[in-house]
């Protein structure tokens, strides 16, 4: 029998791992969570979080090391923890809560559940206790146990008609107004450039994403409407953030998001995702507007990930924490004493000056984040720097690398790793090394990531196979990584194993009589929602990403049957689509690559 409190210990998930000595007896999850909530007649208390969350680390310190906190959660709950890169179907459902209650969501995720499942509570982050701004999490556990112990019923009632108030209608085939294809196209370029920030880049205001997908589509765009404002609009968001201190000017790759409209102090953790498609849309970007600077980039996105993330077998890890020692940005940033005591006192003054570094500072205790002004008109020009400065900011990175890291999670996603295959193969028309990279992960991921019987795995832990059924976001990535592998090579295996991956895909994650697919596998744990989605969130969607592996399958073929799959995706959605086809915009691109082909445009 496992201790209460090392429930956790028998994991492979390093988020999982992280609070295995907690105070808190937590539960993966599973039956024997909901078997003992039943029995005992508990509410079952989930968190879901991941690694590289600052304030999942935040919560973890303030509350799931509280004994105060502790002894309530095991003896008036059933504590389960997720790791939603783990479980994203867990996270999937339990965000679509979140949303319909707060009208927000986010991580951590706090929910209280009926022993069925059932949210009858719901939150993002909470203080350990009270604040003056917000609820405390004691309070609310101390407030549920009362509520539990007079009104279980009344709270079972309440949450039974929330999951049945939020659970989509039956699809009823030509009960919604639909779009045509092509009218989506322009209208979500339309919505696109009104959201744009015409001066920092960008879309809407803070915090600020990098969005890769829309810039994917803008690009798309652009090639199906030469001389549209899409290429400008695109262009100026990467030159941005370039210069914005969402980039690693030292030791490269992008953050997660920006905190301010003008991305000059990010939240610091990187994704692999996120800088898997950037990286993609630097080198497109710099090819189509004639910016070697552009590429160099993508070239700089690159080698982070060679350098940083890349596992020894073959997969790259999916994130980097924002935090190091306890301390948000502390391995990222500088006071102008640090840098002098490595540049000398002349020289630092400049490179300060350059990058901005205060004796104030821009960021927490006086320590200032690397960025760089941007004029308009300059960026070009200025986008790289003269040898010295890049002299000196080698010499930074050098005395960086001795400081603690930020902790690394080696998870390898399917989606993620499929994201970075379709990057490297589509670079690798123009860099041979990148190409001989994406054959490499490919076969990573055709040995690690499938089983036995060749069903597509989530996540391979360092040193192991894939655990846990792929979503649809995993199918949905790697089947583009996979097209993109076979337009570069020409190589008939690629166009098998995109075949077998697709018709495996339609088998488990289609509907009869519609288009599209759902997140969750047929076979999947029972949740309480099904999830179906198309429009993109920071990454692109699954069912986007399927479409654009299916229509740049049909531009490497010609066979009008990807054509067809691709625009029955499309069709599975056009009425969310034709009322905001800007969320779209990485299933628009797939319209717009066959808009492209069927044209006679360039591949």
């Known amino acids: 029998m496992i201790p209460l409190e090392n429930r956790l210990c028998l994991e492979n998930s390093p988020y999982l791992l992280s609070h295995a000595d907690d105070p808190v007896g937590w539960f993966p999850w599973g039956p024997e969570a909901f078997r003992k909530a039943r029995e005992e007649n508990l509410p079952v208390f989930l968190s879901l979080g991941f690694s590289a969350c600052h304030w999942c680390h935040v919560n973890h310190r303030e509350s799931f090391l509280d004994p105060g906190i502790a002894e309530i959660l095991n003896s008036r709950f059933v504590p389960v923890k997720v790791d939603r890169q783990e479980r994203p179907d867990i996270d999937a459902v339990y965000m679509a809560f979140c949303t319909a209650m707060t009208g927000g969501g986010g991580w951590p995720l706090t929910a209280i559940l009926t022993p069925e499942g059932l949210p009858f509570f719901i939150g993002t982050y909470f203080p350990p206790r009270s604040t003056s701004r917000m609820p405390g999490l004691m309070e609310i556990l101390e407030e549920i146990t009362r509520r539990w112990d007079r009104e279980k019923l009344e709270l079972a009632r309440y949450a039974a008609q929330l999951a049945e108030k939020i659970t989509p209608r039956p699809f009823t085939p030509g009960e919604h107004a639909g779009i045509a294809p092509r009218k989506a196209v322009d209208l979500a370029f339309d919505n696109l450039a009104r959201s744009s920030d ?46 914005g201190g969402i980039f690693d000017h030292l030791g490269y790759g992008f953050s997660r998001y920006s905190v301010d409209q003008k991305w000059q102090v990010p939240h610091f953790e990187k994704m692999l995702g996120d800088n898997a498609l950037l990286a993609l849309a630097y080198h497109e970007a710099g090819q189509a507007a004639s910016r070697p600077a552009l590429e160099l980039v993508s070239s700089e996105v690159l080698e982070y990930l060679s350098r940083d993330m890349r596992r020894e077998d073959g997969g790259y890890c999916s994130s980097e924490d924002a935090d190091s020692m306890g301390e948000e940005g502390l391995f990222y940033t500088w006071t102008p004493e640090e840098i002098a005591e490595v540049l000398g006192r002349e020289e630092a003054g400049e490179f300060c000056r350059v990058f901005n570094v205060t004796s104030g500072g821009n960021f927490e205790r006086g320590r200032s984040v690397l960025w760089r002004s941007r004029k308009e008109g300059e960026a070009a020009e200025l986008l790289h720097l003269d040898p010295v400065l890049e002299r000196h900011c080698r010499a930074l990175f050098e005395e960086r690398s001795a400081r603690v890291r930020p902790a690394r999670d080696s998870s390898a996603l399917a989606e993620w790793n499929g994201l970075m295959l379709g990057t490297l193969a589509r670079v690798g028309t123009k860099r041979r090394a990148c190409l001989d990279e994406a054959r490499h992960l490919w076969g990573f991921c055709r040995k690690h990531l499938f089983d036995d019987v060749g069903r597509l795995r989530r996540v391979s832990y360092e040193g192991g196979q894939g655990v846990q059924k792929g979503c649809l976001d995993d199918y949905g990535a790697l089947l583009w990584g996979l097209a993109e592998l076979y337009g570069s090579t020409g190589e008939g295996e690629f166009l098998d194993e995109g075949e077998r991956l697709c018709a495996g895909m339609e088998s488990l994650f289609s509907r009869p009589g519609r288009g599209g697919f759902d997140f969750i596998p047929s076979d999947g744990d029972e949740l309480p929602l099904r999830i179906r989605r198309a429009e993109d969130t920071g990454l692109p969607s699954g069912n986007g ?54 044209a006679g445009g360039k591949a």
Request: glycine share 12%; net charge positive; proline share 8%.
């Open 198 to 243: 015409p001066l920092n880049g960008g879309f809407g205001t803070a915090p600020k994403f990098p969005l890769p997908g829309n810039l994917l589509f803008l690009l798309a765009y652009d090639r199906l409407n030469p001389g549209s404002e899409a290429l400008r609009i695109a262009v100026r968001h990467l030159e941005s953030m370039r210069f």
């Open 545 to 598: 990403m399927a479409a654009l592996g299916m229509a740049r399958f049909y531009k490497f073929t010609g066979d009008p049957l990807w054509k067809e799959k691709a625009l029955s995706v499309f069709s599975g959605f056009e009425p969310e689509i034709a009322r905001f086809p800007g969320g779209f915009a990485s299933l628009l691109s797939a319209v717009a690559e066959i808009g492209i082909f069927d």
